[in-house]
Nanobody, 127 residues
C-alpha cells in the first residue's frame, strides 16, 4: 500500500523560504513520477513541480520556475520542494502525489493522472 506523508509547511513572510518533504512508502514501480501540487481555497488543484524517480528529470509550472526546486533522495524515499522568494499567491495546501509510469523522462502534468496522494501541508505567505 502506497503511503505519502508531507511535512514542512508553515507561515512565512513574502520573500522567505520553506522546504517541504514527502516521505513515500510502498512504491514498488520500477519507474514512477512524484509531484507537488497545490490548492488554494476556491481554486482548482494545480501542478507545481514533478520529478521522475529513475532519470531525475524535472519540470515546473511557469509560476514557480526559478523560485522552487524539486529534488529527491531515493535512499530515503523522500522528495523535497525547496521554495524560495515566496509570494502571497503561493499560499495554498501543498500535496505530494505519485504515479507509476512507463517512460524514462516525462511525468504527467495534471493531478488527475496521479493515483496516490498525501494529506497535504499548509503553506501561508503573508505580505
Amino acid at each position: 500500500q502506497v503511503q505519502l506523508a508531507e511535512s514542512g509547511g508553515g507561515s512565512v513572510q513574502a520573500g522567505g523560504s520553506l522546504r517541504l518533504s514527502c516521505v513515500a512508502s510502498g512504491i514498488t514501480y520500477s519507474r514512477s513520477c512524484m509531484g507537488w501540487f497545490r490548492q488554494a481555497p476556491g481554486k482548482q488543484r494545480e501542478g507545481v513541480a514533478r520529478i521522475h524517480s529513475r532519470s531525475g528529470s524535472t519540470d515546473y509550472s511557469d509560476s514557480v520556475k526559478g523560485r522552487f526546486t524539486i529534488s529527491q533522495d531515493n535512499a530515503k524515499n523522500t522528495m523535497y520542494l525547496q521554495m524560495n522568494s515566496l509570494k502571497p499567491e503561493d499560499t495554498a495546501m501543498y500535496y505530494c502525489a505519485a504515479v507509476g509510469v512507463s517512460g524514462m523522462y516525462t511525468c504527467p502534468a495534471f493531478a488527475v493522472s496521479y493515483g496516490y496522494w498525501g494529506q497535504g501541508t499548509q503553506v501561508t505567505v503573508s505580505s
